[in-house]
């Protein structure tokens, strides 16, 4: 075969290979895949006790498609201008890497490409890129961030959990920051005013932790630290502890507790360790434990002296949210361990 002849084969070959391997990856990959840019990652629905509970499908959560009405299922394929609506349950819409809608119970809310036209409830957003939010004449614009949306129709409150957005009304525009809240109208006859600022400042993270619990429920496993000191051993002492709480059902945690410390008026180390429950009310929560402390004494002429105690405290613990995972946590403990105790600490928890 001439040479020129053997090259050209060998080219149309490798050609048809490229083609025949390109043709059977687009055949493995299902056509949903492709053609999805959005898809129902999450359904949730009370029991009959008021629980939500994940489900695969339910009637509560509809796809308005042009003249169909679909029951939502769990990795349902969105297509642009779904409108998705909750009755008695929730869902969460993935948009792509990062981006989702978590949107809650009786909620109204058509998905287009970075556009959301909401109706109706209470919606949170968490946005990586450029996107607008639509809520009667109410139009948040955000460059990527975390906020909610909330509305009964007649009035609209914007709420930034992190980031920047920027709220427009017939009557002007306001920048919100982190844990920002405005309340407008959402009619066509809204206030010639711009957004009004939170009146509460102080009120703000207790709002933002809020929101972030009814869209995301109570932490499933928070991990953190605590630095503190009081009164340990029958004097001054200080005090680090790594903490984790494992949520057991609703409000109610597991806690563990190491921890590592000054032994009061002695010289050596107390090592407690923890274990107990804790129970949230509100922006706090109420715990007990029971707790064996490892004391290591250094005694007169290079003795030692090891023991191990047993006891119990009772604690106090608040948080202040510096993010949807991150806040700052102050816990307030009091209890009998060996001899009576009492501390403050102050540190940093992350939910998982």
Same mark, same amino acid.
């Given at each position: ?232 051993? =029958?004097?001054?002492?200080?005090? $680090?502890? +790594? *903490?984790? %709480? /494992?949520?057991?059902?609703?409000? &109610? #945690? ?59 405290? =009772?604690?106090?613990?608040?948080? $202040?949210? +510096? *993010?949807? %995972? /991150?806040?700052?946590?102050?816990? &307030? #403990? ?19």
């Amino acid at each position: 075969m001439p040479e020129h002849r053997a090259v050209s084969f060998w080219i149309d070959c490798y050609v048809l290979h490229r083609l025949f391997l390109t043709l059977l990856l687009l055949g493995a990959v299902p056509s949903r895949a492709l053609a999805a840019w959005a898809e129902v990652a999450e359904l949730t629905a009370a029991d009959a006790q008021g629980r939500w509970r994940p489900v695969a499908t339910t009637t509560q959560v509809s796809v308005l498609r042009g003249d169909q009405r679909l029951p939502a299922t769990r990795g349902m394929a969105l297509q642009e201008g779904d409108r998705i609506v909750t009755d008695d349950a929730r869902a969460r819409v993935v948009l792509g890497r990062g981006e989702a809608l978590t949107i809650a119970e009786h909620t109204d809310v058509e998905v287009r490409a970075r556009t959301a036209l909401q109706r109706l409830g209470q919606v949170y957003y968490t946005l990586q890129s450029t996107f607008v939010v639509q809520y009667g004449t109410v139009q948040t614009a955000v460059d990527g961030t975390e906020f909610v949306v909330d509305g009964d129709g007649a009035t609209v409150t914007v709420t930034v959990i992190e980031g920047h957005v920027r709220v427009s009304t017939s009557g002007g525009q306001a920048r919100l920051g982190r844990w920002d809240s405005v309340a407008t109208s959402a009619g066509e006859g809204a206030s010639g005013e711009a957004p009004p600022s939170a009146p509460d400042p102080a009120a703000r993270p207790v709002l933002a932790a809020r929101l972030v619990e009814q869209a995301f429920g109570p932490p499933r496993v928070e991990l953190g630290f605590v630095a503190g000191v009081g009164l340990d051993n =029958g004097g001054a002492a200080a005090q $680090l502890r +790594l *903490s984790g %709480r /494992v949520r057991v059902a609703g409000a &109610l #945690r597991l806690t563990l507790d190491t921890g590592l410390g000054s032994n009061g008026p002695n010289e050596g180390l107390r090592l407690p360790q923890g274990l107990g429950l804790e129970l949230g009310v509100g922006p706090l929560a109420f715990g007990a434990q029971t707790v064996a402390t490892f004391e290591l004494a250094r005694l007169g002429c290079n003795g030692s002296y090891t023991a191990v105690h047993i006891g119990g405290v =009772g604690s106090v613990r608040g948080a $202040l949210p +510096l *993010s949807r %995972r /991150v806040s700052i946590q102050a816990v &307030l #403990r009091g209890g009998y361990v060996q001899r009576p105790l009492a501390d403050l600490g102050i540190g940093l928890a992350v939910a998982l």
